[in-house]
């Protein structure tokens, strides 16, 4: 079961935080790049408003290919199976990986381009069909801490790219079109480690019918002797659903069965993106400088912020089936609240006293791995367990199309808005925290009222939780 997280993710989720972070480090190449492409072919210098907007379809594309591949990452996995997604999937990688590699050579900036979007594609794809896999192999006892590998891989390419995108590494100006290419590596070991892996016995057996191959992948997720258990599970599970075909995604908005569920989906992906982190990260050099570290050093003291992701998705990961859900989200959120009143008052008296940015710096941790624990780790995990077999696909559909949007909104659209808001004369500047501090407390105010606690129960007893919510106390 471990190494089945580890050969799902390496491919899938690890994709994502990975071509997220890397695009950062050769920004100023990449811009030199295409000046001299653009000088090259029409012999005049390139606009510097164009530039702008060059750079930004290039860095924001990668989310509008998120969008596409999170809107057919799930029909992909109910025609080729979760495992035959997942290594379809990658056969994208490689192909962006190669677009990307040789725009620079052949000084065709919309390789670049096009490159970036299909690696969108593969992560909005992966992040979808990863967890999907996860959630159904996994044993209930089990089920939290495994999901966890989709957040685990995530921070850790968030990680792994902020480490390969430094200067004596790959971030050098002559290594750049090599860094961004470097994302098939992950496909490729994905290729060579998923096919020892069987398909979803959930899969197999509910969408399929093939109950062999679903008994024979069980007892290579568990041993002989316990197989048996979650071979009922799925069987009671199929029988309720008595032969009901994969829905699609417009199915479940008309679906009363799902309501809470979907409300659930929505308010806790919409909850994740608009809960502050993105103006943490906005905010991070700002405060690192305040507190004295000079403008060389930042990206090397902005390992840490990436260092503290892994480990708060780690923590979470131990935690998550001994804890459960419901108390590590809505402590997650709690503590972000706090951590942004904290933030509210540094910021604001961080020129009075010398030991005032070493606070600020201290919360901006600390809200990092509060989230971490929280919003950050267990969004995901909760969408796996709250519908059944037939459902789950389109929610994980509808749940990625509504992260992706807010990412690219918040990438693309609004980032200008953002930095107005931060740092212009007028602006909120640190009170933006205020806003998020609403925002957490009302996330988890309905996580309390709306959701029950997952932990070591099966898809139907979940189901029957959100019986009263759906249909009323009859």
């Not at 900036?109 to 959630?135: D, H, K, M, S, T």
């Not at 501090?437 to 996330?443: H, I």
Request: net charge positive.
């Amino acid at each position: 079961l471990f190494l089945a997280v580890c050969a799902v993710g390496i491919g899938g989720t690890f994709q994502y935080g990975y071509n997220v972070s890397i695009i950062n480090a050769p920004t100023q190449h990449i811009h030199r790049f295409l000046n001299k492409t653009w000088t090259s072919r029409y012999h005049k210098e390139l606009n510097p408003d164009l530039l702008t907007f060059l750079w930004s379809v290039i860095a924001s594309i990668f989310s509008l290919g998120g969008l596409c591949g999170a809107l057919i990452g799930g029909s992909m996995a109910i025609r080729l199976g979760r495992k035959g997604a997942l290594l379809m999937n990658n056969v994208i990688a490689i192909l962006a990986s190669i677009l990307m590699g040789i725009s620079f050579p052949t000084g065709l900036f919309e390789l670049l381009i096009a490159g970036r979007f299909l690696i969108g594609i593969n992560a909005g794809i992966g992040i979808c069909v990863q967890p999907l896999y996860i959630g159904e192999v996994a044993p209930k006892h089990l089920r939290g801490g495994m999901a966890m590998g989709s957040s685990i891989f995530l921070t850790g390419g968030i990680l792994m790219g902020q480490i390969i995108g430094l200067r004596e590494l790959l971030g050098a100006e002559k290594y750049w079109p090599l860094l961004l290419s470097s994302s098939c590596f992950p496909a490729f070991a994905q290729l060579l480690f998923l096919p020892w892996f069987p398909e979803s016995p959930r899969y197999l057996l509910i969408d399929k019918g093939d109950e062999l191959s679903c008994a024979q992948a069980l007892k290579r997720f568990h041993c002989s002797s316990e197989y048996r258990r979650e071979m009922e599970d799925i069987q009671r599970e199929c029988f309720a659903l008595d032969g009901e075909k994969p829905k699609k995604p417009w199915q479940l908005f008309v679906d009363r069965g799902v309501r809470w569920q979907l409300i659930t989906v929505i308010v806790m992906t919409m909850g994740q993106q608009l809960s502050g982190i993105n103006a943490i990260y906005f905010y991070t050099t700002y405060i690192f400088e305040q507190a004295g570290v000079s403008a060389e050093k930042v990206p090397y003291v902005t390992l840490g912020t990436g260092g503290f992701e892994c480990l708060a998705a780690l923590a979470c990961g131990l935690l998550i089936d001994y804890m459960g859900r419901r108390s590590l989200i809505i402590g997650g959120y709690l503590l972000m609240a706090l951590w942004s009143i904290v933030l509210t008052f540094s910021l604001t008296y961080q020129e009075l006293y010398s030991w005032v940015p070493y606070v600020s710096v201290t919360s901006l941790f600390a809200f990092i791995l509060s989230f971490g624990l929280g919003p950050g780790g267990i969004t995901n995990t909760l969408i796996a367990e709250l519908f059944l077999q037939s459902s789950r696909p389109a929610a994980y559909m509808i749940g990625g199309t509504i992260s992706w949007i807010s990412f690219f909104a918040i990438g693309m659209l609004f980032r200008a808005v953002i930095k107005y808001i931060l740092f212009s004369q007028n602006g909120l500047k640190q009170y933006c925290f205020v806003v998020f501090l609403v925002e957490c407390s009302l996330v988890a105010a309905f996580i309390f009222l709306v959701i029950p606690e997952t932990k070591n129960k099966s898809f139907l007893e979940i189901r029957k939780e959100f019986h009263k919510l759906n249909f009323g106390r009859n």
